[in-house]
């Protein structure tokens, strides 16, 4: 397969680049370390496969994807991720991808099993996202299934933290429409203050990390 690998880590995108050329034997056609790199190359060289990581230093990887389907439909593409949070499984399962590997806790082998799979029309998911899968579809009180996708948003920047006003400017809505959302999610996840919301949006992974300058 032509295979392009979005990584922002030198080293690890190096180990990626061999194991895909030495050792299955396929052709690595692009490399990119950010999410604008990878939007640029992608549609030029028309990869098989799109290995992708999630956490870039510009664009998150499933927000390239987003954008990499609206040009090109038929995309294969295999997730590479340390984070295995309830919130990245919820998001690699609405992205329809093929495979997810944990970069935690799998192996070249187990890469490579993943890449195989893919080519011959499988999928890959590796052991960790399986099990937190199933942990979250089980729990009747997962944010998913009790927030609506407003109330995600803002309980993402609740856990930055951001103040009503400075999320009501981000999403161009009134603080008091902040307020009224604010109070929604603290009745339905049962929290009493702020800091308890900010503290499950980090745990669950709706706040991620700010990106790398």
């Given at each position: ?105 799998n ?22 996202f ?17 927030l ?43 929290f009493?203050?702020?800091?308890e ?17």
């Amino acid at each position: 397969m032509k295979i392009v690998i979005v990584e922002d880590e030198r080293l690890f995108r190096d180990v990626l680049r061999k194991a895909c050329i030495q050792d299955m034997g396929h052709t690595v056609v692009g490399e990119a370390g950010t999410g604008r790199e990878a939007l640029e190359i992608i549609p030029i060289v028309a990869p098989d496969l799109l290995i992708l990581d999630l956490n870039l230093p510009d664009i998150d990887g499933l927000a390239v994807l987003e954008e990499l389907r609206r040009k090109r439909a038929l995309l294969r593409t295999l997730i590479i991720s340390s984070y295995c949070d309830e919130f990245t499984i919820y998001c690699v399962e609405r992205a329809n991808v093929q495979g997810f590997v944990d970069k935690s806790t799998n192996t070249i082998a187990e890469l490579t099993e993943a890449i195989r799979l893919i080519a011959a029309g499988g999928t890959y998911h590796s052991d960790r996202f399986k099990t937190a899968k199933a942990i979250r579809t089980e729990n009747p009180r997962s944010f998913d299934k009790l927030l609506t996708a407003r109330e995600q948003t803002i309980l993402a920047y609740l856990g930055e933290p951001l103040s009503d006003p400075e999320i009501a400017a981000k999403l161009n809505l009134s603080p008091e429409t902040i307020e009224k959302h604010r109070f929604n999610i603290m009745h339905k996840l049962g929290f009493r203050s702020r800091a308890e919301a900010a503290r499950y949006a980090r745990r669950c992974g709706l706040t991620r990390p700010l990106p790398r300058s």
